[in-house]
């Protein structure tokens, strides 16, 4: 006997172990989904009010531009992992980043604990829904997945009204469109419906709460607009709305009337405070209108059961006329924001009015003298700000991302480098160079640096076949590469004459894109005409350049050149050997020529770099050679 009542002890011990531990085990994984969320949430703020897409383009850091390894975007840990700075370049994440995903995942928690960890007891139970008493895990479950995409939706209005940007209709219209959708469909989502009418039919009344709490919310929305006009933040009348249409569509016209005015209490008080206590100008953060929506719809849901038990006007059996009080007292809020905060007409007439007024001559003097100023002109249009020292950030910001932008608008996965001289040019035109040469040669022939130009231009016709190797080159890549549509392994040059001419004209041989990136010179300034005229660009700073010429690249092909040749060489070298960029292939075109410039032997032998620093090297000597040693280093 004593055995057995032990055994059922133990077992009803260990039974609510489980359970408290499966409890547990749930809300750490609400709390993850919800930082997952957050960083989406992140993105949305980011990406829709600068009208780019959400999903169609990786997220890559805004300075160095490098994507986002998929481990780097862990919410909350990879912050933390990373010391909140980016892995390639270095740049300082900001904290809002980690800050949102910790708010959302709490979000996500404390919903839970209020309602889907307690199997919707939170709700009200109305008298004339008794199907609603009890409710399946499947109903509280997907209710409680209801009311995340509601405060999903408000928190991202937050934010991006925190920012002081405007709130596309983007962000509202899913959730709105989702509740007036699946509401009719699923009672249960709705815990106070709509009060029965007499001649109308229960269905309708239950399916029609979502549309009554959309057009309650509407009504509130419009009585809140003076307060969402505050000066200092941007335009977007909108928001309260938007805002409020979305609630009342979730919650019904009774959760609405009730939350809205409470919610513009709360702004005139922040107002209020900022106006005669902190003495705080106009600013974004007014614009938190969505932030204290989100937070009273949070605890309104917690709360529903009760505050409908307490309140009896916000059951099923409320009445309009309720709604329309309500209206009334968040009007009269709305309006009392609206005049702690003067609008900046006022504030300009009062000034001129203390100041007096100027004759109409002089007034259309000055005003001439104010439209022909330099600081009235549009930044766009300034150049002279645009060409000062002190812009200069913002000038290789400008370089970094205008070729970014090209390449993505014209689908570029990856590229094949080709550096070369400008001097290796075809045989023919060289071998006219050298004709004439010869002949002014002839009129002075003891003229050394005669003597010398015809002995440089023999060597550059014999490097001819330089060019049409360069050329033969541009068409087998892009050839083989660039079919239906792809853009891999696209041609890009330093865009000018001789080697880098050869391979933008191979690629133009046989119908394919190639890419050119100039660069400000006081000589070979004009670009060659088989570059892609959407793909060449023009840079100022040599870094950028250099960069973009590296950031897909997929191999490195290096002709016979001189200074800029060797110095871009180099340049990739060293971070192939820093281990600072993608490991691609560095072939050396014409062993011969290269094994006479540069010794890398030697260096290896002076110690002073790596024997295994040789093997970043490969050398060729054809077109189809260099392919084979791409290919082969990609595949293997």
Not at 348 to 368: C, D, F, I, K
């Amino acid at each position: 006997m004593l055995s057995a009542w032990l055994f059922d002890g133990f077992s009803l011990l260990f039974s609510r172990f489980l359970l408290d531990l499966m409890q547990v085990f749930l809300a750490v994984w609400l709390f993850a989904i919800g930082s997952c969320v957050g960083s989406f949430v992140n993105v949305v703020a980011l990406r829709l009010p600068a009208g780019l897409s959400v999903a169609r383009s990786s997220s890559r850091c805004p300075v160095c531009l490098h994507p986002i390894r998929w481990y780097d975007n862990v919410p909350l840990l990879a912050w933390l992992m990373l010391r909140g700075r980016c892995r390639d370049c270095g740049t300082w994440i900001s904290v809002r980043y980690p800050l949102v995903e910790l708010l959302m995942g709490l979000l996500f928690l404390a919903l839970a604990c209020g309602e889907g960890l307690v199997g919707g007891r939170n709700l009200p139970a109305p008298i004339e829904a008794p199907h609603l008493h009890r409710l399946t895990p499947f109903e509280y479950w997907s209710l409680y997945g209801y009311h995340c995409l509601l405060l999903v939706t408000l928190a991202t209005a937050a934010l991006i009204q925190g920012s002081g940007e405007r709130v596309p209709r983007r962000v509202f219209l899913p959730a709105l469109l989702t509740g007036l959708a699946v509401s009719p469909v699923c009672a249960w989502l709705h815990p106070v419906p709509v009060c029965h009418l007499a001649a109308a039919p229960p269905w309708f009344t239950d399916s029609s709460a979502a549309l009554w709490g959309l057009l309650a919310g509407i009504a509130l929305g419009l009585c809140v607009w003076p307060a969402s006009r505050t000066p200092g933040c941007r335009p977007a009348e909108h928001w309260a709305v938007w805002s409020c249409a979305v609630c009342g569509t979730f919650l019904g016209w009774q959760a609405v009337a009730a939350i809205v005015p409470v919610v513009a209490a709360v702004h005139l008080l922040v107002v209020a405070i900022a106006r005669f206590v902190a003495r705080l100008g106009p600013g974004p953060w007014y614009g938190y209108w969505c932030g204290y929506l989100t937070l009273a719809c949070l605890l309104y849901i917690i709360k529903w059961g009760s505050l409908v038990e307490q309140f009896p006007s916000l059951g099923p059996h409320s009445h309009i006329g309720v709604l329309c009080g309500l209206a009334l007292v968040a009007g009269g809020v709305s309006w009392g924001t609206r005049q702690l905060l003067p609008s900046q007409h006022a504030v300009s007439y009062t000034s001129a009015r203390q100041e007096g007024v100027m004759n109409p001559v002089a007034a259309q003097e000055n005003l001439q003298a104010i439209l022909s100023s330099p600081s009235y002109l549009p930044v766009e249009y300034d150049v002279q700000l645009l060409q000062s020292p002190e812009l200069r950030a913002v000038r290789l910001q400008l370089e970094l991302l205008k070729p970014e932008l090209g390449f993505s608008r014209e689908g570029v996965n990856s590229t094949v480098v080709v550096f070369g001289g400008t001097q290796v040019v075809e045989t023919p035109v060289a071998q006219q160079e050298l004709e004439r040469a010869r002949t002014a040669l002839a009129e002075s022939p003891d003229d050394p640096a005669r003597q010398r130009a015809v002995q440089q231009l023999e060597r550059i016709v014999a490097k001819g076949h330089y060019y049409d190797a360069a050329r033969e080159f541009g068409r087998l890549v892009s050839r083989r590469c660039q079919t239906n549509g792809q853009r891999d392994y696209v041609i890009v040059t330093g865009g000018g004459p001789g080697i880098m001419e050869a391979a933008n004209r191979g690629a133009h041989d046989v119908g394919a894109k190639s890419i050119g990136l100039n660069i400000t010179l006081p000589m070979e300034q004009v670009p060659n005409p088989y570059i892609t005229p959407s793909l060449c660009f023009q840079f100022h700073y040599f870094a950028l350049r250099k960069m973009h010429f590296l950031m897909r690249a997929k191999a490195l092909v290096v002709f016979p050149g001189g200074f800029g040749t060797l110095d871009e060489l180099f340049n990739a070298l060293t971070l192939r050997q820093t281990q600072r960029m993608q490991e691609i292939p560095i072939i050396l075109f014409g062993r011969e020529y290269w094994s006479r410039v540069i010794d890398f032997q030697f260096l290896a032998n002076e110690g002073v770099i790596a024997d295994a620093h040789l093997d970043l090297i490969s050398y060729a000597e054809t077109p189809e050679e260099a392919w084979n040693i791409i290919a082969r280093f990609h595949h293997e």
